[in-house]
């Protein structure tokens, strides 16, 4: 293993057992193979947190909570109190943080585009498609802006403690922490143009999406670059790990297990013309302790997508499955939602679109045997226009309830997880039917001291999860993405599209939920 690595300490005061930083690593290569762009990892020590935050050594909605739920538990006064800041991260990566309070007209390519096409290509060029994650101390943000970033935040005070810049490609999800180490693998969103003749010629088998992407593993605490590897195709879905192995997936049809200490690889299986997509890796473990790890993939003719299943530990194909009859899915297919797994009840539940006409879609949520792939239920949540970009709206699991959002209709469901008979669906004021903008509800709501809590266009809505009644809603501005408020003690995380980070106190939302 071999970096060409400079390591410089700048600004450091004489006396001072810790160096006021920043500590500057770079790296132009692993393993003999050179990098695209330089990787410049700045490090700053006296911005980190010398207290211990409570938080777990896991990102827990990867690799602990296969349910989805995005909720950290923490010791730190400060989080339970409640802490408010807001960070224009993208400024500090080589992007332009917009105002929140800037209006869609005003964006790049607004004129060109329009505002909604505007709002999906800055989100997938330039901005945040996904939520944070939190884990060992630290709020962990990626951006697509190109190259693509990784930053590591102090939670308190909203000070940026490390930041890795010129990764090989747009970094559109979010990081996975285990155990000290955070990793992200990046791929953008685009096709060459060879791809499209694939499709004339009906060779859906050679379609992949992203020429390259790759997989980065970081020191949590400081930056410094542990392992990485290249991809065959985009690498946007994040990764998911059990019992110390990595798995991920690929615009090229490949899904692929690693040892997450090393990167050293395990298995690696190959699907010709299935694309990952924006659906990250989740897994179900067997009765018998193997993991399965299960991932969404889009094909280019019907019926449009798989999820596909595999054996942890050798990678063989345990399962597939598509949407259940009689609906058909439809345009990206099962590669746009990562899928809900409940470990107690041994069901995989997620979200697509179907039965495209006329420029309509039905919003379906089902539900599959987690051991063999096979339907349980499916449920259609309602019709309406094809939503630009991202197609679904990612489920969350508590309990006997699986909750996720319609983007079509603007919708919050609530569904039995055992029979899929819809419990109550909310509709969301402030997003319009038809949709205005891509706005959502498409991150799966984060459930938190007995309420729903949900991020969709520009606001944070707070729902009764008994029977869907919105409590109050919470202006943010900007454009809120795929992502789930992530919340710890009185605190609330959001990433934001026009390259912010904002942390919120819940008291500041809504201040009555303490009474629930």
């Known amino acids: 293993m071999t970096f060409l690595n400079f390591t410089s300490i700048v600004a450091q005061d004489k006396g001072d057992q810790q160096p006021k930083g920043p500590i500057v690593y770079t790296y132009d290569e692993y393993n003999g193979t050179y990098f695209p762009h330089i990787l410049t990892v700045v490090y700053y020590p006296c911005n980190a947190t010398c ?4 938080f777990p050594s896991v990102w827990p909605v990867s690799n602990e909570n296969q349910c989805h739920n995005a909720v950290v538990n923490t010791t730190c006064q400060a989080l339970i109190e409640g802490v408010d800041w807001q960070l224009p991260l993208l400024n500090y990566v080589g992007g332009v943080a917009i105002p929140l309070s800037t209006p869609p007209c005003k964006l ?8 909604k096409g505007a709002l999906v290509y800055y989100t997938q060029m330039v901005g ?101 590897r290249f991809t065959y195709g985009e690498a946007m879905p994040a990764p998911a790990i059990y019992d110390g192995i990595l798995a991920y997936v690929t615009g090229g049809g ?50 449009y997508g798989y999820i596909i299943a595999v054996n942890g530990l050798n990678g ?24 809900a797994v409940d470990q107690q009840l041994g069901i995989v539940v997620d979200n697509d679109i179907a039965n495209f006409s006329n420029g309509y879609v039905d919003m379906v949520t089902f539900a599959l045997n987690a051991t063999n792939g096979k339907p349980l239920w499916a449920v259609n949540t309602g019709r309406g226009p094809i939503p630009p970009a991202y ?22 469901n609530a569904i039995c997880i055992k029979t899929g008979k819809i419990l109550w669906s909310t509709k969301l004021p402030c997003l319009q039917t038809p949709p205005k903008f891509p706005g959502g509800p498409r991150g ?34 900007g454009r809120l993405g795929i992502m789930n408020p992530v919340i710890a003690g009185n605190t609330m995380f959001l990433s934001n599209s026009y390259g912010w980070i904002v942390a919120i106190p819940l008291s500041q939302i809504y201040p009555a939920y303490i009474y629930y």
């Open 316 to 339: 063989h194909e345990a399962w597939n499955a598509t949407m259940p009859a009689p609906y058909v899915g439809a345009n990206t297919g099962l590669g746009d939602v990562a899928p």
């Open 444 to 477: 799966s709501p984060t459930y938190y001291h007995g309420l729903l809590w949900v991020s969709a266009g520009q606001y944070v809505y707070v729902i009764n999860p008994k029977n869907g009644d919105i409590l109050t809603f919470y202006w943010i501005g």
């Open 254 to 303: 490949c899904f692929v297990g690693v040892n997450a200490t090393t990167g050293q690889t395990l298995w690696v299986d190959h699907f010709p013309g299935f694309m990952a997509n924006m659906a990250s890796v989740n897994y179900y473990v067997l009765p018998n302790g193997t993991p399965l790890f299960i991932a969404g993939f889009t094909y280019a003719a019907a019926p």
């Open 391 to 412: 197609k679904g709206g990612m489920p969350l699991i508590v309990g006997n309830v699986v909750y996720d959002g319609n983007p079509s209709l603007g919708t919050v």
């Open 128 to 228: 945040e498609p996904l939520g944070v994650t939190l884990a060992c101390g630290l709020l962990y943000a990626t951006e697509d802006s190109m190259p693509g970033s990784i930053t590591a935040i102090n939670p308190v005070t909203g000070k940026i403690v490390w930041m890795a810049n010129g990764l090989a490609g747009p970094a559109m999800n979010n990081p996975v922490v285990w155990h000290g180490i955070v990793y992200v693998s990046v791929g953008g969103v685009c096709f060459t143009f060879s791809q499209f003749v694939h499709f004339e010629e009906h060779q859906y088998c050679k379609i992949h999406r992203g020429r390259c992407g790759a997989v980065y593993a970081f020191n949590a605490t400081d930056g410094q670059l542990l392992w990485m």
């Open 51 to 54: 207290s211990n935050l409570g």
């Open 108 to 115: 790049p390519w607004a004129q060109q585009l329009g505002v």
